[in-house]
């Protein structure tokens, strides 16, 4: 029998001890006659609920203790009335007879101002109109996913995005804007680009922007989470109010749905803005530690999340659940995903994809640091055979194409470095098991097929992370004109928008983005972060080129295989002893393709080359501009591949 009382004197030798519970009710359960409150935290003594009338300041109007079930460990209150709108805070008492701070709770579903405070809320006050008709967009393969990697601030910040709501969700709501040369931004460009799914940077509640002077430049990446589930408030119209924020992103998606644009979110449960998150509430139990005692610090942030317990498990996984319910979300970027367990990823991916099948998870393959969590246990790249339905970041191809990216002079192969053409073929084949490549344990890369799905892996070339392409390609080319560094753009984005893993763009790279040199930008101004869509204009061959290029692989199967066996049976790479020329020809209709065989080059060298054709062949992109219906016919001839290009051609 469980036993109820205000007062808790079961003091628990480990976590491994506590009592556990796995309902999906924490924190908050509103009706409009009663309000229930529940905190899981077997270890404290006392535990009451503070009300408030405002996010922010105002006197307590009500505060009680809550009751204890030793069964659970979960400490609960019913209030009876309707509760909607009203701000709250929960505090412990330790058994050292001392008081925590006032907390929302970890479960805190909305938040006032600055995320001090929850929020009781009737959900379906939030909803905009016809939410209830949203359509999430249909994804008939994962292979069909082009990524694009965006921050809210970013966006439409800059005069010149013609967009209203100047860094804020309803930015990514307005239609018809213009730049100052009346050509497409926002929303319009995105459909206009032909990606699939946004990404954004943190859009949880975060610490390190002052909601209050939410007017005054203030700018952060958002990767020092507050609280999980609830909204930042520096991207709505009135952080003051917790229910604007709600509404307004879900407004927010439901527009981008409308467009077929998925919507995909960047989560940080790897570590928290500071350990009183939830160490004020429930102590010591959601972070590692060494065998020592000593905090382990695998983020380089100061804590890391401990996944693999049962209720910190059990958090990420109602968490996640809860922004694909609630605010439909479809998929989710998991920072530093090696800090998480792969049995808690696994649980995560059966879990959302029974709720929506064509949910897209992937993440960061390493960690910041060393852990406590044995190797073969974490969510790293090396491990991704071990994760299902995950996919993880290309670092191989990443740095094989442009340069190490924290050795910032190193060429990469498009700017002549012969040193990385098999780590290229290794991420054109989605780092899985090809009999045409020769793996190297000795070597930083491609070291064995670590993949075993092309859906498995994302490719890309930069993020926000590092460098822009542009700012590491002329930093790594001092001497390269404008014209060079151009095509070594178009030629690095070529092998990523060509290759069987998913593409992943980086917000403006069509558009020639500078961060102004920049290598971290988390918290620069956004004189350097912004998006100047103006940039559109005086770039407008770039623009046209990738729009090209993604509808090109949109339209063409081939480049979109959807296993590692029709990746082995489809795709065959030539025997070109250049170390700067790669070559490979998609053939015989490869997934479906209506080109029987598709051939593709790419030149890493400055020098143009010549090479003999057999056959008749369409050329479809000559390294400047891409034309699927065709630039020029090909047959038995010797063609030259310009330096620092792409070729592909076609046959029926």
């Known amino acids: 029998m469980s036993k109820h009382s205000k007062i808790n004197t079961i003091q628990y030798a480990s976590f491994d001890v506590y009592p556990v519970y796995l309902k999906d009710d924490l924190g908050i359960s509103y009706t409009s006659d009663k309000t229930i409150v529940k905190l899981w935290s077997p270890n404290v003594e006392e535990v009451k609920i503070n009300l408030y009338k405002k996010g922010d300041g105002g006197e307590i109007v009500f505060s009680e203790n809550l009751d204890y079930d030793t069964k659970t460990g979960v400490w609960r209150i019913v209030l009876k009335g309707n509760y909607h709108n009203t701000y709250y805070t929960l505090q412990v008492k330790y058994n050292t007879g001392y008081w925590s701070n006032e907390m929302p709770d970890p479960y805190a579903k909305g938040v006032g101002v600055n995320g001090n405070r929850g929020l009781i809320f009737d959900h379906k006050l939030t909803d905009p109109q016809n939410w209830n008709t949203d359509k999430q967009p249909k994804v008939k393969s994962i292979s069909d996913i082009v990524l694009y990697e965006a921050h809210v601030r970013d966006f439409s910040i800059d005069p010149s995005s013609g967009i209203e709501n100047k860094g804020k969700f309803l930015g990514f709501t307005e239609k018809n804007t213009k730049n100052s040369y009346g050509e497409s931004t926002g929303l319009d460009h995105l459909q206009e680009l032909g990606i699939t799914h946004l990404h954004l940077l943190p859009i949880f509640d975060y610490k390190s922007i002052d909601e209050t002077i939410f007017d005054k430049n203030q700018y952060n990446w958002g990767y020092d989470p507050q609280n999980y589930n609830s909204l930042e408030g520096s991207y709505s119209t009135n952080p003051f109010d917790g229910l604007v924020r709600m509404q307004e992103f879900k407004q927010m998606i439901f527009e981008l749905h409308k467009a077929k644009i998925s919507l995909i979110m960047d989560v940080v449960y790897n570590h928290t803005s500071s350990t009183d998150i939830f160490d004020q509430l429930i102590p010591g139990y959601y972070y590692r530690s060494w065998p020592d005692g000593k905090r382990s610090d695998a983020t380089a942030c100061g804590n890391e999340f401990a996944s693999e317990r049962i209720m910190a498990r059990q958090f990420m996984i109602?968490?996640?659940?809860?922004?694909?319910?609630?605010?439909?979300?479809?998929?989710?970027?998991?920072?530093?995903?090696?800090?998480?367990?792969?049995?808690?990823?696994?649980?995560?991916?059966?879990?959302?994809?029974?709720?929506?099948?064509?949910?897209?998870?992937?993440?960061?393959?390493?960690?910041?640091?060393?852990?406590?969590?044995?190797?073969?246990?974490?969510?790293?790249?090396?491990?991704?055979?071990?994760?299902?339905?995950?996919?993880?970041?290309?670092?191989?191809?990443?740095?094989?194409?442009?340069?190490?990216?924290?050795?910032?002079?190193?060429?990469?192969?498009?700017?002549?470095?012969?040193?990385?053409?098999?780590?290229?073929?290794?991420?054109?084949?989605?780092?899985?098991?090809?009999?045409?490549?020769?793996?190297?344990?000795?070597?930083?890369?491609?070291?064995?097929?670590?993949?075993?799905?092309?859906?498995?892996?994302?490719?890309?070339?930069?993020?926000?992370?590092?460098?822009?392409?542009?700012?590491?390609?002329?930093?790594?080319?001092?001497?390269?004109?404008?014209?060079?560094?151009?095509?070594?753009?178009?030629?690095?984005?070529?092998?990523?928008?060509?290759?069987?893993?998913?593409?992943?763009?980086?917000?403006?790279?069509?558009?020639?983005?500078?961060?102004?040199?920049?290598?971290?930008?988390?918290?620069?101004?956004?004189?350097?972060?912004?998006?100047?869509?103006?940039?559109?204009?005086?770039?407008?061959?770039?623009?046209?080129?990738?729009?090209?290029?993604?509808?090109?692989?949109?339209?063409?199967?081939?480049?979109?295989?959807?296993?590692?066996k029709m990746i082995q049976k489809h795709l065959e790479f030539l025997s070109l002893d250049s170390p700067l020329l790669i070559g490979y020809t998609l053939k015989n209709y490869a997934n479906g393709d209506s080109w029987k065989n598709i051939r593709v080059y790419f030149n890493g060298d400055e020098k143009d080359t010549k090479l003999t054709i057999e056959g008749n062949w369409k050329m479809i992109c000559n390294g400047e501009i891409i034309n699927p219906n065709g630039i020029i016919n090909v047959q038995d001839q010797i063609i030259t591949i310009p330096g620092r290009s792409a070729i592909i051609l076609y046959q029926d």
């Open 318 to 564: 109602e968490s996640l659940k809860y922004w694909v319910k609630e605010y439909h979300v479809d998929g989710f970027r998991f920072d530093l995903m090696a800090v998480h367990d792969i049995e808690t990823m696994n649980i995560i991916s059966a879990v959302l994809k029974k709720i929506n099948p064509s949910i897209f998870l992937y993440g960061e393959g390493w960690t910041a640091g060393d852990s406590p969590l044995s190797i073969e246990k974490r969510a790293l790249k090396n491990n991704s055979k071990k994760l299902k339905n995950i996919a993880v970041f290309s670092d191989d191809i990443r740095d094989g194409v442009k340069g190490h990216c924290f050795n910032i002079n190193e060429k990469g192969f498009v700017s002549g470095n012969s040193n990385y053409k098999e780590v290229i073929e290794f991420g054109i084949v989605a780092s899985t098991n090809h009999t045409q490549i020769k793996y190297d344990s000795k070597r930083g890369y491609a070291q064995f097929p670590y993949s075993d799905s092309p859906t498995k892996v994302i490719g890309y070339v930069s993020c926000h992370d590092n460098h822009t392409l542009y700012d590491k390609l002329k930093i790594a080319n001092p001497k390269a004109t404008e014209k060079e560094l151009m095509k070594m753009d178009k030629l690095a984005n070529t092998i990523i928008l060509t290759s069987q893993s998913i593409p992943f763009l980086h917000m403006g790279v069509e558009m020639k983005r500078t961060k102004m040199g920049v290598e971290n930008s988390y918290k620069s101004p956004d004189s350097i972060n912004k998006i100047d869509w103006n940039w559109k204009h005086e770039n407008k061959e770039l623009f046209q080129y990738y729009k090209d290029l993604i509808a090109l692989r949109n339209n063409h199967p081939a480049f979109k295989t959807t296993s590692e």
